[in-house]
Antibody
Framework: QVQLQESGPGLVKPSETLSLTCSVS????????WTWIRQPPGKGLEWLGY???????NHKSSLKSRVTMSIDTSKKEFSLKMNSVTAADTAMYYC??????????????WGRGTMVTVSS | SYVLTQPPSVSLAPGKTAKITCGGN??????VHWYQQKPGRAPVLVIF???DRPSGIPERFSGSNSGNTATLTISRVEAGDEADYYC???????????FGGGTKLTVL
């Protein structure tokens, strides 16, 4: 049974860099796209981007300059870095597995999420 | 970029049938997936590829997709179905993942 677990600081200061890691257990990272999604308090889901096992990435256009994604297949984990954060980046951050390809895929497995608050 | 439109809320009595719509330009040509999110919990996939149900999801949940509208149907609604529901597609041009704004289902 595949499980995902997010980890990282729950509090980040404005203008600093948010760093999160998602650990994958129960399966290898191959053939899927590993995805980051966030949800500000009381709001809807926002896709941030994904990375595949070769390191190819695709990001939401409005965040592209601030977001970096990486993957470590040996550790079975992938990471998100977002620089120059503001209060608007305060959200629950989820990692998820995109299955079925990037043209029509579904997010079939999600982590429990980790809350990140941007505040001084 | 591709836009998905959902009604903000749907309310109905227990035992009734809920229909939650997801509108998008020629969405019938895309694969639509639906997620249920209860308060304080991560989203859970309830319908994938328009009308398939993951194991463990009750048969009361079904989906359809045609033209400019995809629909999630929940038959014989129960109090436990109260949640936010999100539709999702992949935008073929950019390969971006797109979510609808979400629909809050209230069981009266």
């Amino acid at each position: 049974q595949v499980q995902l677990q997010e980890s990282g600081p729950g509090l980040v200061k404005p203008s600093e860099t948010l760093s999160l890691t998602c650990s994958v257990s129960g399966d290898s990272l191959g053939t899927f796209h590993w995805t980051w999604i966030r949800q500000p308090p009381g709001k809807g889901l926002e896709w941030l981007g994904y990375i595949d096992y070769t390191g190819n990435t695709n990001h939401k256009s409005s965040l592209k300059s601030r977001v970096t994604m990486s993957i470590d297949t040996s550790k079975k984990e992938f990471s998100l870095k977002m620089n120059s954060v503001t209060a608007a980046d305060t959200a629950m951050y989820y990692c998820a597995r995109l299955a079925g390809g990037v043209g029509s895929g579904t997010l079939d497995i999600w982590g429990r999420g980790t809350m990140v608050t941007v505040s001084s | 970029s591709y836009v998905l439109t959902q009604p903000p809320s749907v309310s109905l009595a227990p035992g009734k049938t809920a229909k939650i719509t997801c509108g998008g330009n020629n969405i019938g040509r895309k694969s639509v997936h639906w997620y249920q999110q209860k308060p304080g919990r991560a989203p859970v996939l309830v319908i994938f590829y328009d009308s398939d149900r993951p194991s463990g999801i009750p048969e009361r949940f079904s989906g359809s997709n045609s033209g400019n509208t995809a629909t999630l149907t929940i038959s014989r609604v129960e109090a436990g179905d109260e949640a936010d529901y999100y539709c999702q597609v992949c935008d073929g041009g950019s390969d971006h993942v797109v979510f609808g704004g979400g629909t809050k289902l209230t069981v009266l």
